[in-house]
C-alpha cells in the first residue's frame, strides 16, 4: 500500500497559469487533503478507481484544493477558497490537510487584500474555508477584507438546517459572519441553467446535483471560455458521466448535469478546471473513441 505523500514542495504551490482573452487565471492551492476513495467514486467498483488513481492502507485517495485567481485588468476575482484554518486538530488529523492557501497566494504575487471579488460555488467545509481566518484569540475575520462575496442563499439556508446526511460539511463560522456583516451578496438563482453576472466577463450558473444549489463559474474573454466546474466533476478521473461521487445529493441529476455541461464544454473548447484535482488542475475536454469524454491529448 502506498503511503500517500501530502506535504508539498514550495515550488509547487502554484498549480498552473492561463490566459483566456484579456484575463489571466492562477491556479492557486490550500494543499492536499485525503478523502475516503469510495465516497469519491460512489457506486464505481474499487477495481475500476484504482486503476486512475492510488488509495492508501486507510483507502484514502489523494486531492487536490483550487483556488483560482482571476486577474481581468479592471478587477481581481477568486473563485473557492480551500479549507482554511478552521479545523480542529482531529479532522486535520483525518484529513491531512496543510492551511497552506496564503503561502500559495504569496508564492503567485497575489495579495489577499487586493481582491475584490469572492466566488464560491457551493458552502462545503473544502470549498469556503479561508472566506474567514481564525485567530489565536478565537476571533474570526474576513481574509479578503476588501471583497465581495457571493455564494448561493439556498446553501446558507441548506447549511442552517444541518441535516443528519451533510452537516458535518456545513461550517458557519466560514459564511456565517460574512452574512451578518453584509459582506457577502446571497444569489437567488433557480432551476438548472439559470445565470447571475458577478462582473463582466464572470457569471455563475446553476448546475444542481452535488448539492441542490452548486454553481460552476465561466470566465469569459475574447471569445475564449474556462468553466470552473467545482464538485459537478471534481478531478479529471472524474469526467465519465456516471462516475459521480458518494456525496452527490442527487446523482441522476449530477449525470444529466455533466452531459449538459459536456455539450457545450466540448464543442466550445472551453479550459475546464477542476476544484479537486492536483495534478490536472485544467484541460480541455475530447470524446474518446467510446464516446467518453477524457482529457484531450
Ligand atoms: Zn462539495
Redesign the pocket.
Known sequence: MPQLATQLEDDTLVRGRATVGDFDLTICTDGIYLLDGGAMFGVVPKTLWQKRIAADAQNRIRLGLNSVVVRTGKQTVVIETGIGNKQTPKMRAIFGNQELLMKSYAAAGVDPDEVDIVVNT?L?F??CGWNTTLHPDGSVTPTFKNARYFAHAGEVAHGHLQLDRDKV?YLSPNYDPLVESGQMTLLELAGPGATAEICPGISVELFPG??AQ?MVVHIESGGEHACYV??LVPTAHHLDPTWVMG?DLDPLRCIEERKRLYSRAIPEQWLVLFTHDHDTPMARISLNEKGKPVVAG
Request: no cysteine.
Open positions: 457551493h462545503h473544502d470549498h460539511s452535488h448539492t452548486m467545482g464538485d456525496y
